[in-house]
């Protein structure tokens, strides 16, 4: 997948990073002329995991004016003590959220789609920010047999509740379920999922508000 940002760290045009789940992306700004586009692509890894889409030159828009959004992303990497990255939204994605890290694991953006309402967009945030968290804690219990959803077969319903329902998308969704619903009193069954995955991810949301220093659920008082 190739994604164009206006801001690269340390002033760089191009750089190669991987998904938390292993997929491939490039990430370049809009300076990088389209003859070393071309070039670093064919430079770049051969995988089955990397695949070209219609994102050229499209950019990101920078999300400064969201307050709120930031502020959350900063509270819960300070809570964590994990690395806090840049927030970026952008109408080229079909998922909610992605995070995007480099080759160390080391989170760089997490974007948010921009025509998601803004409670979904937070909701979003805060999936991907437990991501990180799973990442900084616990790889095996979380990343070790994770699968992509492009990975998986059968009717679109059965793979989405087969991705559903490994760990780390439970954990993140039933995290911002949680946190959500106590800090900005947001329903704590969102609805976004087929009934069988709403209720487990309720259940345990209901579960970590009832022992949040066990699953490191930041509570205001």
């Known amino acids: 997948m190739c994604l164009a940002v206006e801001f690269l760290p340390d002033n760089l045009l ?8 292993g997929a491939s992306l490039f ?33 990101l828009e920078q999300v400064y004016d969201w307050g709120i959004i930031y502020a959350m992303a900063a509270d819960l990497s300070c809570h964590w003590n994990v690395p806090c990255p840049q927030v970026f939204c952008s109408n ?5 959220g992605v995070t995007i890290c480099n080759n160390d694991g080391i989170a760089l953006c997490i974007i948010l789609r921009s025509d998601l309402h803004p409670d979904r967009q937070a909701e979003s945030l805060v999936h991907e920010m437990r991501h990180i968290w799973q990442y900084n804690t616990n790889q095996e219990k979380y990343f070790s047999n994770y699968r992509p959803f492009s990975e998986l077969s059968g009717a679109y319903e059965e793979k989405y509740t087969e991705y559903m329902k490994q760990e780390a998308e439970l954990d993140a969704e039933a ?14 069954n969102w609805d976004t999922h087929t009934d069988e995955i ?5 259940m345990r949301a209901r579960e970590y508000l009832e022992r949040p220093d066990e699953y490191a659920l930041p509570l205001s008082a």
């Open 14 to 21: 191009f750089m190669w990073a991987k998904t938390p789940e």
């Open 175 to 188: 995290f911002a379920w949680a946190f959500l619903h106590h800090e900005y009193k947001t329903p704590l």
């Open 27 to 59: 990430l370049f700004t809009p300076q990088l002329s389209r003859t070393e586009f071309v070039r670093c692509l064919k430079d770049g890894p051969n995988d089955s995991s990397f695949c070209l889409n219609d994102f050229y030159f499209t950019g």
């Open 92 to 96: 080229h994605i079909s998922l909610a």
């Open 198 to 202: 709403n209720q487990i991810i309720e």
